[in-house]
């Protein structure tokens, strides 16, 4: 397949002014009658007539009420049409219930749903589908089920979206529904219709969602000055569905997993999931829908930006310093592996196959963080400024990066080109920092580099914002938060320490850099354990506090995995960590969820590119192995702190989803976690006896796994069988907790399980994701966890290429590891590689993958 290049990038050939789409709504044999009314475009260079359409059955054609025969092919359609304004009427029929891949229109529990974005609507109807082209649509649903719904208002089974939009937002429901309703009041008074719609028996578990989504409406308003925009909102939660959610205008589709909670099912962290997630698509509605993207190489416009802001709101509802440190474990988790390996690619790629495989974390996550930057060199005040400016100017169109760019340079007079390499540049910029002291006068250099990707042998320096603060030996801060704008390859700075000490200067000096993580970059700071202990107990920037003790606790793991654990200086190391710990612990002021984080050991995948990064191979057993054992030696040493919190944060029986209750059962269950071990399961037993809540259940049935305690596995499907949620959750857990020896064949086993509907993404990616959550099982020197994996990759991707090219990115770090088990991974790509039947989905994965 020929890719598709953002430099080749025309505007249609016509302009549409309305949309009117008629269904017949059949299981197998689905009418959809269309009326556009098409003008010439005057931007158009190529007057070509084409439609993308793909897997219909074409009834019927008409231009102008005359019958016409288009050149049909398996992409789209061309037809000669008039050098005016015309009508075009088609007729097609499709078959939802066929439709396995989730794109288009397609069937779930007898449920009628769509899914679009990215090139979905073509699948529906002959249409130019693609975000540039923007109309109002009137849509007609004819069936005899209960609740159809469409974008825009209703006038009975009518609907009427005013806003002109793409069609990737276009969305139809229709089924047998029932509604959790509320109401809004917009600040400029407008009563809006909220109704999140669930199948029956489900309509008890939408109280958060709903909450959630009247917060995030009220905060669009008093953060950004934006309102609704029309006089209903509606919700709908579907079983089978690709990813979390749509922002379809109107009436936003969710994938049920992010709607459904009630305490017995739901895990405090399912919950901030809702949270985010009914925000992020909510906030889409301007960032996203009422200006959308001219084509699909500006995703990170919307996407980046509507991360960012549900980042922020997530940040105003709860603990920010929590929520920050939580978006970075995610961004280094996701995103430096993903900008690390083989399919590292720009926040504005250039190219694509399957634009599909480009709702990445790099997209996503890194594109929130150039947003974050852009706010950081501004200031809060110039931000808004030009986000307003944006609105204003581009509201109802179809925008670049450029666009979006140009109004910060204009708000801030500023030249924001260097900046802009953030979007052409891949790869994480590495920055070092050194310093050293001559007399009371501090010297600070930093550096950049920014690594060379696929196709980018050469990076230009990035523009990089390093927030910096000073300590004293004593801990006391004497120099705030400062922004340092590190714009070349070196950057040298000079501080004036008596100045700074107040007359005197201090003995020692700390630099506490890179505060709140203030960009996305890897930063290699030769800070003495010392230093890191001081920063762990004094630092003003949390962020930096929970960074120190990550990389104590990191390097201390590191020197155990390769062997030097035993020398006398590393056993010293780990004395001083552990007491940095115990003493941190001790400050009564700490939130919960604070304490719980900078317990949290690095997971496995972290410690196996910190392995790589020091120029070792690593064994995925040993850094399993080495991480149980000091997590116990941890546990023990800190056991008498521990044990008080166990006992003294239970929230009590009566279970809240906000942060301050989350944050002690976090707590809580980190000390559980950590005070277990395959010997010693007492304390989880009693746990998950007596769990009122799925959060404790869950933390506690993890803990039993792991210490191969198989009843409490067997008791927990037997109570949760019929909750397809939780038995999601179930085998996700079954196999990722399951000991390393063990967990292939659990994974195997599961895989023959009569709830192992395999079609179900979420399911899938449950029991995949749990094995490749367990890289010790995934990594068997066998190869056998790589050809599971690639047997059902394959499997899947006959039914749903865009879920099956999701997962294989289990196999991206294949050049992490040794040679065998190097040639093992890239036998099971170069199997997926030569399946018969391959999507352009998984092939394009693949090959990006096998370099
Ligand atoms: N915009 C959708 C993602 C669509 C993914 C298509 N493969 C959800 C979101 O980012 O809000
Ligand atoms: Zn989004």
């Known amino acids: 397949p020929q890719p598709t290049r953002l430099a080749d990038y025309t505007p249609f050939s016509f302009e549409i002014d309305s949309v009117e789409l008629t269904f017949t709504l059949h299981p197998t044999a689905t009418r959809v009658r269309s009326k556009i009314a098409f003008r010439p475009n005057p931007a158009a260079t190529d007057p070509t007539f084409f ?36 009508t075009w009427e088609a007729e097609v029929q499709i078959n939802p219930q066929a439709n396995t891949a989730l794109e288009g229109l397609y069937m779930s529990n007898g449920m009628y749903c769509t899914q679009c974005e990215a090139e979905g609507f073509r699948k529906i109807t002959y249409y130019p589908d693609r975000p540039d082209v923007m109309a109002p649509f009137t849509v007609h649903i004819d069936s005899d089920l209960p609740v159809k719904l469409s ?53 008890d578990k939408c109280a958060y969602a709903m909450d959630a989504l009247k917060r995030s409406m009220r905060w669009d308003e008093t953060e950004y000055g934006r309102e609704y925009d029309l006089s209903v909102f509606n919700i709908v939660a579907v079983d089978d569905f690709n990813m979390g959610a749509m922002e379809n205008k109107g009436l936003n589709i969710f994938n049920s997993k992010y709607v459904l909670a009630s305490p017995e099912t739901a895990t405090d962290r399912d919950y901030a999931f809702i949270e985010a997630i009914v925000a992020h698509e909510y906030f889409h509605n301007w960032t996203g829908n009422r200006i959308t993207c001219r084509d699909w190489f ?48 720009n926040v504005r790629p250039e190219s694509y196959i399957e634009i599909n495989n480009f709702y990445t974390a790099t997209v996503y ?17 110039l931000y808004r400024a030009g986000c307003e400016l944006y609105f204003n100017r581009h509201d109802g169109q179809a925008c670049t990066i450029e666009d979006w760019l140009a109004c910060f340079e204009e708000v801030a007079a500023t030249d924001l080109s260097q900046f802009k390499r953030w979007y052409s540049q891949a790869g994480t910029p590495k920055v070092s920092a050194s310093w050293r002291r001559d007399g009371d006068t501090l010297h600070l250099s930093l550096s950049q580099e920014v690594p060379p990707t696929p196709g980018q042998p050469m990076k230009e320096p990035a523009k990089i914002p390093v927030v910096l603060g000073l300590l004293a030996g004593d801990g006391t801060e004497i120099l705030p938060s400062t922004l340092m704008d590190l714009d070349s390859p070196n950057l040298d700075l000079v501080f004036d320490l008596k100045d700074l000490g107040g007359g005197t200067a201090p003995d020692h000096v700390v630099p506490s850099l890179l505060r709140g993580f203030s960009a996305p970059v890897v930063l290699d700071a030769a800070l003495s354990a010392q230093d890191r202990a001081l920063l762990l107990a004094h630092d003003t920037d949390p962020f930096n506090r929970w960074e120190a003790a990550r990389s104590l606790l990191r390097e201390v793991l590191v020197a155990e995995i390769t062997g030097q654990g035993t020398s006398p200086e590393q056993v010293a190391r780990r004395d001083m960590v552990l007491s940095a710990l115990q003493d941190f612990c001790t400050d009564e002021s700490l939130d919960p969820a604070f304490i719980a984080l900078v317990l949290t050991f690095p997971s496995e995948d972290d410690l196996t590119q910190a392995v790589v990064d020091a120029g070792l191979v690593p064994d995925p057993l040993i850094i399993a192995q080495v991480r149980d054992g000091r997590m116990a030696a941890v546990g023990d040493g800190l056991k008498d702190i521990l044990t008080r919190y166990y006992l003294d944060l239970d929230p009590g029986p009566d279970y809240t989803p906000d942060a301050d209750s989350a944050g002690k059962r976090a707590l809580r269950n980190t000390a559980l976690m950590l005070l277990s071990t395959p010997q010693d399961l007492a304390l989880a037993r009693a746990q998950f006896a007596d769990a009122t809540n799925m959060t404790d259940q869950l933390a506690a049935l993890s803990v039993l796994i792991k210490g191969d305690d198989r009843e409490a596995a067997q008791a927990f499907e037997a109570q949760w069988r019929e909750d397809r949620l939780v038995m999601d959750k179930w085998f996700m857990i079954s196999v990722a907790s399951a000991p390393a020896s063990e967990a292939l064949q659990v994974a195997q086993d599961l895989s023959r399980h009569t709830l192992f509907d395999w079609k179900n993404p979420n399911r899938f990616r449950s029991l995949l994701g749990g094995l490749i959550a367990n890289p010790a099982a995934f990594h068997d020197p066998s190869g056998a966890g790589y050809a599971f994996v690639a047997d059902w990759l394959i499997k899947m991707d006959g039914a749903n290429p865009q879920t ?34 391959l999507s352009r989905d998984l092939g394009e994965m693949v090959s990006r993958m096998r370099g």
């Open 51 to 86: 439609l993308h359409g793909e897997g219909l059955n074409l009834i019927s054609a008409h231009i102008d009420g005359t019958p016409v025969t288009p050149r049909v092919t398996d992409t789209g359609l061309i037809c000669a049409v008039p050098d005016a304004p015309f």
């Open 151 to 203: 974008n825009g208002n209703a006038d009975g089974d009518t609907w009427h979206d005013p806003w002109p939009k793409p069609a990737y937002l276009f969305a139809l429901v229709a089924g047998d529904l029932v509604a959790h309703s509320d109401t809004f009041t917009t600040a400029s008074g407008a009563d809006v219709a909220l109704n999140i719609w669930v199948r029956p028996g489900d309509e």
């Open 298 to 345: 500006q995703l990170c416009l919307k996407e980046g930006l509507t991360v960012f802001r549900d980042q922020q709101f997530s940040g105003d509802m709860r603990s920010a310093p929590v929520e920050r440190i939580g978006n970075v474990l995610q961004l280094r988790a996701r995103q430096f592996r993903e900008d690390a390996g083989p399919l590292a690619h």
């Open 365 to 381: 996550e890194k594109g929130a963080e150039v947003i974050g930057m852009l706010r950081t060199y501004l200031g809060a005040d």
């Open 804 to 837: 099956a090219a999701r997962m294989s990115t289990a196999f991206e770090t294949w050049r992490r590891y040794d040679a065998d088990r190097q040639a093992l991974m890239l036998e099971a790509l170069d199997r997926i590689a030569t399946a018969p039947g």
